[in-house]
């Protein structure tokens, strides 16, 4: 299937910047859009932003001009460079694949297993 690995993360003061980073693996045939989600404790899961495979990015209201998303189609990587980062940034964040796979040609969602991103004030 689809595997996706985060790296980055961790702790960081108010207004600072941090960079996270996902990478998919597997019998990948194509993935159409890679993003971010986050879920703070208490909380539902939330997008935080996403890229499609043709270069079209999304961002949740909350995070727009601070956080900036690019994806390596060839690669099959995508990036989260976060900016100004505040308490309220706070939470779990998930890397997310809707791809289809070699053995599975079915759009399927995939998750990574989440990297804990902590914003003291």
């Known amino acids: 299937q689809v595997q996706l690995v985060e790296s980055g993360g961790g702790l960081v003061q108010a207004g600072g910047s941090l960079r996270l980073s996902c990478a998919a693996s597997?019998?990948?045939?194509?993935?159409?859009?890679m993003g971010w989600y986050r879920q703070a404790p208490g909380k539902q899961r939330e997008l935080v932003a996403a890229?499609?495979?043709?270069?079209?990015?999304n961002y949740a209201d909350s995070v727009k001009g601070r956080f900036t998303i690019t994806r390596d189609n060839a690669k099959n990587t995508v990036n989260l460079q976060m900016n100004s980062l505040k308490p309220e940034d706070t939470a779990d964040y998930y890397c997310?694949?809707?791809?289809?796979?070699?053995?599975?040609?079915?759009?399927?969602?995939?998750w990574g297993q989440g990297t804990q991103v902590t914003v003291s004030s």
């Open positions: 890229a499609t495979s043709g270069g079209s990015t």
């Open positions: 597997g019998s990948i045939l194509s993935i159409n859009v």
């Open positions: 997310n694949a809707e791809a289809r796979s070699y053995r599975d040609l079915r759009l399927r969602t995939y």
